[in-house]
């Protein structure tokens, strides 16, 4: 017992109780949720069968944890070693964002316990088909490769294996998101004439892909700003800086490609039109692409303070990018035969409570196990067990 | 499944809209045939209050409803009554964005739903390009609900129950080019604007109208478009295994490349 109380910790802080409290409060409404049914705790309906929980548990979910796929890219495949430092964090909040993505889904759907009925009943005709069997793959993948630090404190006899296999985890894991972040923007082809062309192109899956990949960067600049109160790791500012230049060359190529679209599609007077619609989409473009790209081009992104402005604008691109698809740019449609749709307040209740579930979930990862890939540490903790493991 | 009668044949059915007189005779034989429940507060709607409704009348439990039109013709005002149900698409969108096979295209022409293989995601209620697909949001276990047709009974060579109940001739059921021949023949014959709604919209449904008032004017869907809809994912999922496929050859080259004679990292 003496030891097990030493190896497992979990300091409580007066954020982490608020964390906790939002948490319990979100499983009340799951609960109510399971019993009663969706129509008793969110706002959809007929008109509106999608709404906050997609939007924001699962397109804009898997779109910020695409940091992970982002750096094992960068630092395994194409070994740009100086990134290292962040590799097992970014990693570990992207594996943490895509259990809440699976968890936001199980609580979404109507008949939860049919989860698996495309694994068996193949509808590979739909877009769905794919995004569904990549990200649960990439799941499994991403648990594997996190194995793969939680194998150097628990189940060591695994970890020799898990290091062998990793190459592969590590190729897979990034061909897998490469198709499903693209697929969840092919979702939307269907909706032609549904979605608002100044959202609605045929180049929507490259979209999602590149800008899940740009708001990679942005999602480690803040992750590690925080993560540096709450757990005294601090990422050097060269590191960022490499980051967040990946980020806003692939960042211009994105804007200029969406301007370009817009231009060959005829719609660029739309994004002037002056209409709610076209507002939110000059407001998504102007925070979330105009204002970084000046930031970097202009060369304020040097210190500290302008990563992180650059991290904040670009993630808040990106959620307007995704709930635009998902409820702007539908409403004129979905609203044309009278009716509409605003979250309940239980449905925000519910998206906080997973958050934070995956905020607890990372400080304990944290605080027991080395997700900075530093092995000085590693073995200072090793010795604080007094169990050395030889290699 | 398929009978004698129906192998190899293939059924639609036409709403002749001058024709209706609005009896609700098939609505009635709809829920009958179908088993459906009553609501109490929607029993109290007119043709004229679900003509205002978002869902023009369509709940789970109504698959087939009408709604009543007030439209201008020849500078008088007139009344026109639309049936609602399911198109039956000739490439349904829902078939197609059904991630687990719940929805599918019977050869005789019926799109049916099955819900346990559903697993409640609604997709198919936004691919749906006329919006038909109910789910049941009062319900700790919910599914999707349209009208179906009467798959049996078309599959046995009978016709859905609403148009046997129809006592005007205002829905006609056939084989899929006898129905089409009879739309042309009935516009020819004069009283009708030129355009059978159904024939190329969305790729050409199972289900057809025709008119003497402009089909936008009783909240059709005009605009929608004519190229079938699974057409606009169907070279984008063919696509996508070979571009997986490539693209893991492609980063497994560079992890070996890179990686060569470096300290494999942790």
Redesign the interface.
Known sequence: METARKRWTFKMTPWRGVFLLIALLALAIILVR???????TTN????W??GFWISFDVLLGVALAGGGYGIA?I?????R?KF?PI?RSAMLTSLLGYVIVVLGLLI?????F??Y??FI????????????WCISMYTLIQVLEFG?IATEKVFKGAHKFL?LIM?VL???G??LP??HQS?LG??Y??????LDPLWWSPLL?PFFLVSSFFVGPAMIVIETALAQKATNHEAPVPVLKGLVKISAVAMLIYFLAKIGDLYVAGEIGNAFAGTFASNMFLLELGVGCVVPLLLFFGGLCAKRGGLILYGVCTVAGVVMNRFNVVLTGMSDYLNR???GYFPAWTEFAVSAGLVCIAFLVYLFVADNFNIT?KHEQEEASFARDGKFITD | MTTELTAGKKFSALVDIPRCIGCESCSVACKLYNGLDWDEERKQLTALDRAAEPNKGLWPEDWTSIAQYNPEKDGTQTIRFVKSQCFHCDEPACASACFSKAFQKLPEGPVIYDQSLCVGCRYCMLACPFDIIKFEWGKAIPGCRKCQMCAPRVVSGESPACVTACPTGALFYGEEKEVLAEAKRRIIAGGYIDHIFGESEAGGTGWLYISDIPFEEMRFRTDVTTKPLPSYTESYMAATPFIGVGWAAVLAGLYVYNNKGKDHLD
Do not use: C
Not at chain 1, 121 to 132: N, R
């Open positions: 399971l019993v009663l049914g969706l129509g008793a959809l309906n007929d008109q069968p999608w890219l630092v395994y495949v194409l070994r070693d290292y590799a979404e759907v109507g008949q939860w049919n989860f009925k495309p009943s193949w509808g590979h005709h739909s877009v769905l088909f794919e995004v569904f793969e290091k190459p590590l190729v897979i990034i061909t490469t198709l697929s092919g979702l082809y269907e909706m032609i004439g549904k899956p035969g009278g009716g890939g």
